[in-house]
């Protein structure tokens, strides 16, 4: 089944212990993308890459970093979570030239 | 200015009536228009996208696009109750990268 997995799903965590969400999809898409999704604010890109190797900053990076060694996983990292940083995320996927973006289930994050 | 605005509703539609929802955008140079929609708790699915002037239909479904108005709806025909959903506008920046959404639509059908 083509799709898009995010892990975990629900993570509550303590200010500033590292933690990396994976995002992973099996569609041999080349462009994937982070997203946040806060009450009133839409869903704001965090991060998106072209391809492997290929990264660069949406709207909102600060305190977000990620990497893109593979073609199929895109992990977001957060080296030192803040309160700020509580939110939905969303990892999206789609082959290169297209506009079809497939989402993963969500990560409910939050940071205490 | 918000790049992507959307009025955020909600938007009380009866079933079988005409759901109307709009979307205005800041970059002139945008190219591509999507409306995705997206249940509570669930993540967004893509149900549209435009790059021309003009209407584009698909089944119930019409998205209207004017470039000089910067400007992009949808339009639902025969509203159902398995419609009520937040609907999300995005635009594809000119730079071609990114993609910027609104803050949402919700929408809610009653029978």
């Known amino acids: 089944e083509a799709q898009v997995t995010q892990n975990p799903r629900y993570l509550i965590t303590v200010t500033g212990k590292k933690l990396t969400v994976t995002c992973s999809q099996n569609m041999n898409h080349e462009y994937m993308s982070w997203y946040r999704q806060d009450p009133g604010l839409g869903l704001r890109q965090i991060y998106y890459s072209m391809n492997v190797e290929v990264t660069d900053k949406g709207d909102v990076p600060e305190g977000y970093k990620v990497s893109r060694k593979e073609k199929r996983n895109f992990p977001l990292i957060l080296e030192s979570p803040s309160p700020n940083q509580t939110s939905l995320y969303f990892c999206a996927s789609s082959w290169a030239g297209t506009d079809t973006q497939y989402f993963g289930p969500g990560t409910r994050l939050t940071v205490l | 200015q918000k790049e992507v605005e959307q009025n955020s509703g909600p938007l009380s539609v009866p079933e079988g009536a005409i759901a109307s929802l709009n979307c205005t955008y800041s970059?002139?140079?945008?190219?591509?228009f999507f409306w995705y929609r997206q249940y509570s708790g669930k993540s967004p699915e893509l149900i549209m996208f435009i790059y021309s002037n003009g209407d584009k239909e698909d089944g119930r479904f019409t998205a209207q696009l004017n470039k000089a108005s910067q400007y992009v709806s949808l339009l639902i025909r025969d509203s159902q109750p398995s419609d009520s959903a937040t609907y999300l506008c995005?635009?594809?920046?000119?730079?071609?990268?990114?993609?910027?959404f609104g803050s949402g639509t919700r929408l809610s059908i009653r029978p």
């Open positions: 970059d002139r140079g945008s190219q591509s």
């Open positions: 995005a635009v594809r920046s000119s730079s071609a990268s990114k993609i910027i």
